[in-house]
């Protein structure tokens, strides 16, 4: 019997492949700082800064606030 290893990408650990459902990830741990990773800092469209992006702009929903604006 062989044990597969790697090392693991993200804490370079051994990572043991036999029976290890977050291969090639050595533990949950790594699957979750990966998965953490994703969400966190890759999920946005990589190298496309949004100048005109505002934080908190008003969806137009606001209360009544309709007067005035007839652009049609
Ligand atoms: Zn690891």
Not at 44 to 51: A, L, Q, S, T
Request: contains cysteine; glycine residues 12%; hydrophobic residues 25%.
């Amino acid at each position: 019997m062989t044990a597969t290893t790697r090392r693991c990408p993200l804490c370079k650990n051994t990572a043991v492949k036999d029976g290890n459902k977050f291969w090639p990830l050595c533990s949950e741990r790594c699957h979750l700082v990966d998965l953490g990773k994703w969400l966190g800092e890759e999920y946005r469209v990589p190298g496309e800064p949004d100048p005109n992006a505002v934080p908190d702009a008003p969806s137009g929903d606001g209360d009544g606030d309709g007067s005035g604006r007839h652009e049609r």
